[in-house]
């Protein structure tokens, strides 16, 4: 690990080879060629990496394309990226807008843009206060959802769940109109198949099957059937059509 490693930049357009380097900045439209190893990547322009990644740290400002693995310590998304493998990371933030073929493990993932994923999500600690669509299973210890956007998951598995109405909707049409503009559209409300915890608190939710121990129906929430093991709440305006404690 002490050997000098060079870097690499592309202002313009240009290529450049996969390997092992210390920086990898692409500013202008450039590609990467190969597997690439990296301490920082950083694409403020549009850059494609035809490889598998390794890096301490990937920043995309502008637009980005991975057409395999990325494995990283942090990765934040400000512009926008596509990975077309699997996503690890130990810490993503998503800001902008950012789309993945396969799944995402990551210890932390906070989501303020729009998240696309056809897999799972796998994660200790899940916020998101705009938009996602998740094709597979998001699992997390603590899953925070502040609806800033249409929210699309198949199943959602955590300790404690806790879905809020997200606190744009005091703030007037124009800041709403912006929001659904960066968060992909569509109303602010959670749809999923199944949700289950032991600990769940929803609201603007439209969901199939909530099971859990201590169990809160919020406004806004139309579920067809709640199995709960402990206590259950329902609020007025929220909609129950079965409810059973296990």
């Known amino acids: 690990m002490s050997e000098k490693r060079n870097s690499a930049s592309i202002s313009g357009a240009g290529t450049i080879g996969g390997g092992i380097y210390d920086r990898v900045s692409i500013s202008g439209a450039g590609k990467v060629t190969g597997d690439l190893t990296a301490e920082d990547i950083k694409i403020s322009g549009a850059g494609k990496i035809q490889g598998k990644v390794e890096a301490t740290t990937v920043t995309a400002s502008g637009s980005a394309v991975f057409s395999q693995d990325v494995i990283a310590e942090e990765m934040k998304i400000s512009g926008s990226a596509r990975v077309d493998g699997q996503v690890k990371v130990k810490e993503l933030k998503c800001?902008?807008?950012f789309k993945t073929?396969?799944?995402?493990?990551?210890?932390?993932i906070k989501v303020s843009g729009n998240l696309r994923t056809e897999g799972d999500v796998e994660a200790e600690i899940f916020k998101a206060s705009g938009g996602f669509r998740i094709g597979g299973l998001l699992s997390a210890d603590r899953v925070e959802i502040k609806l800033g956007g249409r929210c699309?998951?198949?199943?959602?598995?955590g300790e404690k769940i806790e879905v809020t109405r997200g606190g744009w909707r005091e703030k007037g049409?124009?800041?709403?109109?912006?929001?659904?503009l960066f968060t992909g559209g569509g109303n602010a409300e959670l749809h999923a198949q199944l949700i289950e915890g032991d600990e769940i608190t929803l609201e603007d939710t439209t969901a199939d099957t909530v099971r859990g121990k201590t169990v809160e129906i919020g406004p806004g929430c139309n579920i067809e059937t709640v199995e709960y093991s402990?206590?259950?709440?329902v609020a007025d305006g929220a909609t129950v059509r079965n409810r059973s404690r296990v």
Request: no cysteine.
């Open 95 to 97: 800001s902008g807008s």
């Open 101 to 108: 073929g396969k799944g995402i493990s990551s210890e932390y």
């Open 152 to 157: 699309e998951v198949r199943e959602i598995g």
């Open 173 to 180: 049409i124009l800041l709403d109109g912006l929001i659904k």
């Open 230 to 233: 402990e206590s259950l709440r």
